[in-house]
């Protein structure tokens, strides 16, 4: 099946740096990936739509400044929390997109837990 | 804001009982979605039901759709421990996206 990467699993920094996070396809391409936002015992919260060589939609409410999302080819986006501070600790979870019908499945990267000090 | 609301919150049952859980959601769709979540994990599709279907099987899976009652059930039957997760109702309408429902915790006890 379809498999999604996601590095690094666990980061911890402090107040005020930036953090990138890779996601990856391994053996597809994705035209479109998704970056969410989990918080402890929550549901996953859309953050952005990245879509190959066009700029990332955001949902309401997330900071495009703050949250960079770049999708430089059909297999890798990545998001790069900037300047991040303890309420940006989180589980971030990408996900990527396979066909084109209206019964297409996302298939999801294993998560990276960021914990800002 | 999230489109679904599960129901229960939270399921604890004993090995090899059936376990039911529920998604309810508020607009049109063009299918609705079941996903598992070990703690800690990444989400595994488990199965997806088209708007034009009714009832759908996988293995142990049973998913039904009502889209005059916006509603969806998933039957996990005969439980295994390995099944202790959390199950989320994921939604797509026209614009494609996943809209995911608050989730339950499903705990099955040995």
């Known amino acids: 099946g379809a498999v999604v990467s996601q590095h690094p699993s666990r980061v911890i920094c402090k107040s005020g740096t930036s953090v990138k996070i890779e996601c990856r396809s391994l053996d597809f391409q994705a035209t479109t990936m998704f970056w969410y936002r989990q918080f402890p015992k929550q549901s996953l919260m859309l953050m952005a739509t990245?879509?190959?060589?066009?700029?990332?939609?955001?949902e309401q409410g997330v900071e495009k400044d703050k949250f960079l999302i770049n999708h430089a080819s059909l297999t890798l986006s990545t998001l790069t929390v900037t300047s991040a501070h303890p309420e940006d600790s989180s589980f971030y979870i990408c996900?990527?997109?396979?066909?084109?019908?209206?019964?297409?499945?996302?298939?999801f990267g294993p998560g990276t837990r960021l914990t800002v000090l | 804001s999230q489109q679904g609301e599960e129901d229960p919150q939270a399921l604890s049952i004993q090995e090899g009982e059936n376990a039911t859980m529920n998604c309810s959601y508020k607009?049109?769709?063009?299918?609705l979605q079941w996903y598992r979540q070990n703690s800690g994990r990444g989400l595994v599709h488990l199965i997806l039901?088209?708007?034009?279907?009714r009832e759908k099987h996988s293995g142990r899976l049973r998913v039904t759709l009502d889209t005059s009652k916006k509603s969806s059930s998933l039957l996990i039957t005969a439980s295994r421990a390995a099944d202790t997760a959390s199950y989320f109702c994921?939604?797509?309408?026209?614009?494609?996206?996943?809209?995911f429902g608050s989730g339950t915790q499903l705990t099955v006890l040995p």
């Open positions: 039901i088209r708007s034009n279907e």
């Open positions: 994921a939604t797509s309408g026209s614009a494609r996206q996943l809209t």
């Open positions: 990245s879509n190959e060589g066009s700029k990332a939609t955001y």
């Open positions: 996900s990527a997109r396979v066909g084109r019908a209206y019964t297409d499945t996302q298939y």
């Open positions: 607009t049109s769709i063009n299918n």
